[in-house]
């Protein structure tokens, strides 16, 4: 009976607390639909842009959308070879990505689970990697590419980019191994299983997350590279998509509407696998947490 009276006390608290989430979350809010404000537009500025003709892009109102498409500037795009381009980006980004995310996969989980100075001193290795810059090596990739007489073609921009690929994922990828269960690797190894059976049948499944995760973001990395195809290529039959933009930029002006219209094409891919790899990672992290 005493306590009764203190009781509209106890709740008022959480309710003052709760008042001012609320305030804090309608602040979030309105900030959340500025930032996409922002980031909309531009996104907006480059489709209704890629739809206009030449003419009508510099005598219109730039984010006003034409009165009638034209198609132009994509047909324009599609018959300057825009499939071969298209075709040496996915070669690049798969023979990137493929060989990178497996040997990084394994150098994490050899890190982690191995012990030893040599292991420490190649973790140590991996972790230099992440301070150095493309830019400050691009002359003696360079030359070695020279040397190995890969100059103007696609492996000349798939062995450096692996190369480049590697640290940041194993360093990611070592992580996600340390946040498995000792148990399950000690009851793999009472079942007799070795440690490549381990690799591949528990370490994998559980770090599933991770692997789309740094296999999406070194893909993006790769596929928007421009430097490497830039410096390592020459003839136009082995340009990607970014240095392709080049196409429609003459001496005295550039396309913009054609070079929108590329952009869109060019991102076109990118936003389709990432509407299908989200699920993918969801799934992946659902079952993940699962095990």
């Known amino acids: 009976m005493i306590a009764k009276p203190d009781e509209p006390r106890a709740s008022a608290k959480p309710n003052r607390n709760r008042g001012k989430l609320l305030h804090l979350n309608w602040l979030g809010g309105i900030f959340g639909w ?74 994490a989980f050899a890190i982690v689970r191995g012990s030893g100075w040599f292991l420490k001193s190649v973790n140590g290795l991996f972790l230099m990697g992440l301070a150095i810059p493309l830019q400050a090596v691009i002359i003696p990739i360079y030359l070695i590419i020279i040397k190995l007489k890969l100059y103007d073609s696609l492996l000349a921009m798939i062995l450096p ?83 392709a933009l080049w196409t429609f930029q003459g001496q005295y002006g550039v396309n913009v509407p054609a070079v929108l219209a590329s952009v869109v094409l060019t991102t076109l891919p990118i936003v389709i696998l990432y509407a299908v790899g989200r699920r993918q990672l969801l799934s992946g992290l659902t079952a993940g947490f699962s095990k």
């Not at 909309?40 to 003419?55: A, E, G, H, M, N």
């Not at 132009?72 to 018959?79: D, H």
């Not at 995760?213 to 020459?234: C, D, E």
């Open 161 to 243: 980019s692996i190369a480049f690929a590697i640290p940041l994922s194993v360093l990611v990828l070592a992580n996600f191994i340390r946040d498995v269960p000792k148990e399950l690797f000690e009851s793999m190894r009472v079942d007799g299983a070795s440690e490549w059976v381990t690799l591949w049948r528990l370490a994998a499944p559980m770090t599933r997350p991770a692997l789309v995760t740094v296999s999406i973001y070194n893909g993006l990395a790769v596929w928007n590279g421009f430097l490497l195809p830039l410096i390592l290529t020459q003839s136009p039959d082995k340009r990607t998509l970014p240095l």
């Open 34 to 107: 500025l930032w996409l404000l922002i980031v909309l537009i531009p996104i907006y500025w480059i489709v209704i842009t890629s739809f206009k003709t030449q003419s009508n892009y510099y005598a219109s109102n730039p984010l006003v959308p034409p009165s009638s498409l034209t198609f132009s500037n994509y047909k324009l795009v599609i018959e300057s070879d825009f499939l071969r381009y298209f075709a040496n980006s996915v070669i690049v980004t798969a023979g990137t990505i493929i060989p990178a995310v497996i040997i990084s996969f394994m150098a």
